[in-house]
């Protein structure tokens, strides 16, 4: 169990049932937050609830199902959480989608679609949210980005603009909102082994020493991130521990990419 670190605070998370978002959630219930976890995903929402209040005995949790992907769900995820525990002090924007085509064959309705998720959910719900952030006086905006919005590649053009969209977002808002006591800051994640990474790896036949070593040439610890490793910056960014910190994007990607 944690020791507080987010006491009397609540927090809404969007890509709740996913990977890092779960991780995140159970760790902020650990350290003591009223949390409301999103996600379009029911299913997955409905395990990730039950092992979070199965291991953290008294969490206060609440979960939304709702695609974020439309501009008026911000709204409504706002009002839920007002509805449910009065305030909000952090929000992390966490939710995102993924797109493989090149930029070359890249579609219309890809572009939209990863836009909507990725940036444009950032942006409305974190405007929805301003007002009850301000009331707080020490409202928190963590944004989940990617190693990717710094060091682009070939293969995932659209993904890769809506994550450097997202630092840069992340930069104009803590400036916007640094005379309303708001804290804006990313986390730009390397490469992260959560549950869709490996039901992906299982159906493509991938077995765990070829998981290894796609990681071992990914970063300096040559290894993959557990979501936990994701959830301990953005919770310190969350809390107040991270008083002095806004626009910053934080690289939680275990040293980058070996120049060597
Ligand atoms: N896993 C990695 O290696 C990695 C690396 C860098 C950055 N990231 C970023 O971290 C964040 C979380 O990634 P993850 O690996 O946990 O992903 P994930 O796919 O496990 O989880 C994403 C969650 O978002 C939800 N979601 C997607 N679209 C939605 C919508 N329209 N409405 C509501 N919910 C929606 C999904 O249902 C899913 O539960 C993402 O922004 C991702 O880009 C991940």
Redesign the pocket.
Same mark, same amino acid.
């Not at 730009?188 to 990474?197: D, N, Q, R, Y």
């Given at each position: 169990m944690g020791v507080g670190r987010l006491d009397g605070k609540v927090a809404v998370i969007?890509?709740?049932?996913? !990977? /890092? !978002?779960?991780?995140t959630g159970r760790l902020f219930c650990e350290e003591g937050a009223r949390l409301v976890l999103?996600?379009?995903?029911a299913g997955?929402?409905a395990s990730v609830c039950a092992e979070i209040r199965k291991d953290v005995p008294g969490a206060q949790l609440k979960d939304m199902i /709702?695609?974020? !992907?439309v501009e008026e769900?911000a709204a409504k995820i706002v009002a839920e959480a007002q509805r449910a525990f009065g305030r909000i002090d952090v929000l992390v924007n *966490?939710?995102? /989608?993924?797109s493989y085509e090149p930029l070359a064959e890249a579609k219309r309705e890809t572009w939209e679609k990863i836009i =909507?998720? *990725?940036l444009l =959910?950032y942006a409305y719900l974190a405007r929805e949210a301003l007002p009850a952030l301000r009331a707080s006086g020490r409202g928190s905006i963590v944004n989940? =980005? =990617?190693? $990717?919005a710094v060091i682009p590649r070939a293969g995932m053009g659209q993904?890769d603009v809506t994550?450097a969209g997202i630092v840069s977002m992340t930069r104009t808002l803590a400036f916007e909102e640094a005379q309303h006591g708001v804290r804006v800051n990313a986390v730009?994640? !390397?490469?992260?082994?959560?549950?869709? $990474?490996e039901k992906r790896f299982a159906a493509g036949g991938v077995g765990p020493a070829q998981i290894d070593a796609i990681a071992a040439g990914c970063c300096v610890l040559g290894r993959?991130?557990a979501?936990r490793e /994701?959830a301990y910056p953005i919770l310190w960014l969350a809390s107040d521990e991270a008083s002095f910190v806004t626009g910053a994007a934080l690289m939680a990607d275990g040293g980058g990419f070996s120049p060597s």
């Open positions: 969007t890509g709740g049932a996913g !990977g /890092i !978002g779960a991780a999103v996600d379009r995903d997955a929402m /709702i695609d974020i !992907g769900s *966490n939710a995102g /989608i993924r =909507s998720v *990725n =959910s989940v =980005s =990617s190693q $990717h993904y994550k730009c994640p !390397g490469a992260t082994l959560t549950p869709f $990474h993959w991130a979501p /994701i």
